[in-house]
Structures are given as structure tokens and as C-alpha cells.
């Protein structure tokens, strides 16, 4: 019986966790790892908000990010698998997808074609936001480029809400990380 109750919840979540996918550190408050669902071995993104060592405001913020990207369903905004919470971590499954800033990097398309694919990708990512705003009543008060993912197919996917607020909110939210202060807009 005391083994229940001493039982590592991670063992429970149902998704492999593998290798670190670099480009967020200092850019989110997640780290983005692959990963494989477990039975299928179908691929999936896992990202990681480390409790331990972090303030309890980042900690409300990463829970409030899991609790708003598992109700956000557009076809331009991530797709949410599962999420676990333990301890030390807490992990959030959505579908593959890589940081628009590496995929961008490694993007084999030159002229014309690579302009009207960034094109269509800024496309999909306004059309994530207009459901936000008019759907949702929600401001994301953080697009940029590490707030922005592509999937397997190609298609840009909006992620990164953790400072998502009601569009009746007047102060924007404090960002715990400081390049994306970059992103916030000018005071008046």
C-alpha cells in the first residue's frame, strides 16, 4: 500500500519523453523535448515547465498555459494531447512540431516560394489570433517567433500562452523572461 502513495505519476503519463529540442531556453518558460506516444510510437512534442526551480507565479502561469491550450481548439492554434503534473514537473503533450525559428533555419525553399510560404504561414497565424480576439475575447500578448510552431505537415500552429488574458484585462502581463520584453509593447 505505501507504494501507491510513493509512486512517480510521470511512470503513469503516456508519452516517452526523448531528446531536448534547443532553441527556448531563455525564450519560454518550457523546454521543448521530442517525444513518442507510448504503444503507437506516433512522434509528439513535449514540453516541460521544471517546478522545482522556479517562483509560484511562473508555476500559476505554465498551469494556466496547460488549462487554456486545452481548451483552444482552432486548426491554426496547437493541438493539446494530454498534459501531467508531478511534483518536480510538469509536462504538456501536443502534436510534433518544431519552434518556427529553427524551421525557418533549416527551410530549403529560396525566392518566390519561400516568400509565399512564409506568406501562407503568416496567414494561418492571423487567422489563430481573429479566433482568439473575436472568438475568445482573448489577447496572446506574446507572438513572436518562439510562440509560433510548425507541424509535420508544414502548417504554422500558434503555441506560447502562457500570457493569454481577456481582451477586457487593461495591464498587460508581466513576462518572467527578459528577451521577450522585446515583444511587449511601448507604454504611452
Same mark, same amino acid.
Given at each position: 500500500?505505501?507504494?501507491?502513495?510513493?509512486?512517480?505519476?510521470?511512470?503513469?503519463?503516456?508519452?516517452?519523453?526523448?531528446?531536448?529540442?534547443?532553441?527556448?531556453?531563455?525564450?519560454?518558460?518550457?523546454?521543448?523535448?521530442?517525444?513518442?506516444?507510448?504503444?503507437?510510437?506516433?512522434?509528439?512534442?513535449?514540453?516541460?515547465?521544471?517546478?522545482?526551480?522556479?517562483?509560484?507565479? /511562473? @508555476?500559476?502561469? *505554465?498551469?494556466?498555459?496547460?488549462?487554456?491550450?486545452?481548451? #483552444? =481548439? &482552432?486548426?491554426? $492554434?496547437?493541438?493539446?494531447?494530454?498534459?501531467?503534473?508531478?511534483?518536480?514537473?510538469?509536462?504538456?503533450?501536443?502534436?510534433?512540431?518544431?519552434?518556427?525559428?529553427?524551421?525557418?533555419?533549416?527551410?530549403?525553399?529560396?525566392?518566390?516560394?519561400?516568400?509565399?510560404?512564409?506568406?501562407?504561414?503568416?496567414? /494561418? @497565424?492571423?487567422? *489563430?489570433?481573429?479566433?482568439?480576439?473575436?472568438?475568445?475575447? #482573448? =489577447? &496572446?500578448?506574446? $507572438?513572436?517567433?518562439?510562440?509560433?510552431?510548425?507541424?509535420?505537415?508544414?502548417?504554422?500552429?500558434?503555441?506560447?500562452?502562457?500570457?493569454?488574458?481577456?481582451?477586457?484585462?487593461?495591464?498587460?502581463?508581466?513576462?518572467?523572461?527578459?528577451?521577450?520584453?522585446?515583444?511587449?509593447?511601448?507604454?504611452?
Amino acid at each position: 500500500m505505501w507504494s501507491f502513495f510513493s509512486r512517480d505519476p510521470s511512470k503513469d503519463f503516456s508519452f516517452d519523453i526523448g531528446e531536448l529540442v534547443p532553441s527556448l531556453e531563455n525564450k519560454s518558460v518550457w523546454t521543448l523535448h521530442k517525444g513518442k506516444r507510448k504503444g503507437s510510437n506516433e512522434e509528439v512534442s513535449v514540453f516541460v515547465f521544471d517546478s522545482k526551480n522556479n517562483s509560484e507565479a /511562473q @508555476i500559476e502561469i *505554465a498551469k494556466a498555459a496547460v488549462k487554456r491550450l486545452k481548451t #483552444l =481548439r &482552432h486548426p491554426s $492554434v496547437l493541438t493539446y494531447l494530454d498534459s501531467l503534473e508531478s511534483e518536480k514537473l510538469l509536462y504538456l503533450a501536443t502534436e510534433y512540431v518544431d519552434p518556427l525559428g529553427n524551421h525557418l533555419e533549416n527551410l530549403s525553399l529560396e525566392g518566390p516560394q519561400k516568400d509565399l510560404y512564409i506568406a501562407w504561414g503568416i496567414f /494561418q @497565424i492571423t487567422r *489563430a489570433l481573429s479566433f482568439l480576439n473575436n472568438d475568445g475575447n #482573448l =489577447r &496572446h500578448n506574446n $507572438v513572436n517567433i518562439w510562440s509560433v510552431f510548425v507541424n509535420s505537415s508544414g502548417e504554422w500552429k500558434l503555441g506560447g500562452v502562457e500570457y493569454v488574458t481577456s481582451v477586457q484585462d487593461v495591464n498587460p502581463p508581466f513576462k518572467f523572461i527578459s528577451p521577450l520584453d522585446v515583444y511587449s509593447p511601448r507604454e504611452e
